[in-house]
T-cell receptor, first 109, second 115 residues
Framework: DAKTTQPTSMDCAEGRAANLPCNHSTISGNEYVYWYRQIHSQGPQYIIHGLKNNETNEMASLIITEDRKSSTLILPHATLRDTAVYYCIAMEYGNKLVFGAGTILRVKS | EAGVAQSPRYKIIEKRQSVAFWCNPISGHATLYWYQQILGQGPKLLIQ????????DSQLPKDRFSAERLKGVDSTLKIQPAKLEDSAVYLC?????????????FGPGTRLTVL
């Protein structure tokens, strides 16, 4: 599965959109982009995944560039409860999740 | 629906002792995973079960770690004997199917401290 690169940490003001970037320049055509997050003292939680098209659900939106070499997870109105580590994972359907260090998102009031 | 249950939540032992963790997955989930998460790192898969069979245990230190999933439901992970470097959070996760849509549901984890 392709390696992903994420910033170590980011800050966001409460109520503003949080835009978390992920680079996956070696992604293959069969690999999806998955996002999970992990709130302090909890297990990871699935957020969203996509292949080519942009995706949106009740938690977030996923924007994938046309060449699929990078993507952005958007939390439209960040709250203090969104403070967490966010993991971007590129993997083929059915393969095992391989977590990197992720991005620490701090939402501040 | 009830989530993935794990116990105990915390455990402190001395090196060379043994310890066991228990996981009850979401009802109906065929696939069960055990992860190890060292402080400051992402979770690392130790073992994956499909029903009661092992699918992947390539990263399980088999000289000291063992896991079983009797009757394809609950699972236990054991460490014997424990080393200092085993201090970590042990996460259990389950998913409806192996392969396909990979939404895994994680439990709260067991924090192990080895002194």
């Amino acid at each position: 599965d392709a390696k992903t690169t994420q910033p170590t940490s980011m800050d966001c003001a409460e109520g503003r959109a949080a835009n978390l970037p992920c680079n996956h320049s070696t992604i293959s055509g069969n690999e999806y982009v998955y996002w999970y997050r992990q709130i302090h003292s909890q297990g990871p939680q699935y957020i969203i995944h996509g292949l080519k098209n942009n995706e949106t659900n009740e938690m977030a939106s996923l924007i994938i560039t046309e060449d699929r070499k990078s993507s952005t997870l958007i939390l439209p109105h960040a709250t203090l409860r969104d403070t967490a580590v966010y993991y971007c994972i590129a993997m083929e359907y059915g393969n095992k999740l391989v977590f990197g260090a992720g991005t620490i998102l701090r939402v501040k009031s | 629906e009830a989530g993935v249950a794990q116990s105990p939540r915390y455990k402190i032992i001395e090196k060379r002792q043994s310890v066991a963790f228990w996981c009850n997955p979401i009802s109906g989930h065929a696939t069960l995973y055990w992860y190890q998460q060292i402080l400051g790192q992402g979770p690392k898969l130790l073992i994956q079960f499909q029903n009661n069979g092992v699918v992947d245990d390539s990263q399980l230190p088999k000289d000291r770690f063992s896991a079983e999933r009797l009757k394809g439901v609950d699972s236990t992970l054991k460490i014997q004997p424990a080393k200092l470097e085993d201090s970590a959070v042990y996460l259990c996760a389950s998913s409806h199917l192996a392969g396909g849509y990979n939404e895994q549901f994680f439990g709260p984890g067991t924090r192990l401290t080895v002194l």
